[in-house]
């Protein structure tokens, strides 16, 4: 059950969507990074274009002592075998190596796949790069990032829920945390089909919460 107020948000994208009569009014309120870590508690869902932004803010929370996971197990394998593949591809000795490596690999890959309009491609391979180099923070070895991505991402969901937006589909929470909104539209999505694709995107994000929307944004400098 959506809130009118969501409702009306996500009108700007689908406007023949309707509020069921029972609609509770919602919150929509825009806050900083760190009005968003006091605020977070067990049961709500954050979420993001991107999983790398997610890394930092779950394990501030883990460091504080609340259960936090990343949605999709799948998604932590996947981040594992690319740690592998660079590191027997470029025989890496030491975390540091095996992260230099990895930001060579991705500049020189993600640039392939956006000179043949792969963009979608272009934007995973680029997040998993990043989400590599955010869980790579405070590790000294390429057993202590694995150790990592094992501990974090979860299908099993306890205590609060951090998700790319995609994987938030069909997904609810009395209170969802919306990080980076500038993210959507990706400035890679170029062609019109990614355009779209954001839109949707968009418009999951807007329609996760039953109560309360909160778009968080960066301290001001």
């Not at 605020?39 to 954050?46: E, F, I, K, L, S």
């Not at 994987?167 to 890679?188: I, N, Q, T, W, Y």
Request: hydrophobic share 40%; proline share 4%; glycine share 6%.
């Amino acid at each position: 059950r959506c809130p009118k107020s969501h409702i009306r948000l996500a009108q700007r994208l689908v406007p023949e969507i309707e509020w069921r009569e029972d609609s509770p009014e919602g919150i929509i309120e825009t806050i900083t990074e760190a009005s968003f870590l006091a605020r977070v508690q067990q049961g709500d869902m954050v979420i993001c274009r991107t999983n790398a932004p997610l890394v930092g803010p779950a394990f501030e929370l883990i460091r504080r002592g609340v259960k936090a996971v990343i949605v999709g197990r799948d998604i932590g394998k996947g981040l594992t075998g690319l740690l592998r593949k660079i590191e027997k591809r470029y025989s890496t000795r030491s975390l540091y190596d095996a992260l230099r490596a990895l930001n060579e690999y991705s500049a020189r890959e993600v640039a392939k796949l956006i000179a043949v309009d792969k963009g979608t491609q272009a934007q995973s391979l680029q997040d998993q790069c990043e989400t590599i180099s955010a869980l790579a923070d405070g590790c000294e070895t390429i057993e202590d990032v694995e150790r990592k991505i094992e501990s974090v991402f979860a299908d099993d969901v306890q205590g609060i829920a951090f998700s790319s937006i995609h994987r938030a589909k069909g997904l609810e929470a009395e209170r969802v945390f919306l990080l980076h909104p500038e993210l959507l539209p990706h400035p890679m999505a170029k062609r019109d089909w990614e355009q779209q694709q954001e839109r949707n995107l968009k418009y999951v994000a807007y329609t996760r919460a039953k109560a309360e929307l909160y778009f968080v944004i960066p301290e001001a400098k």
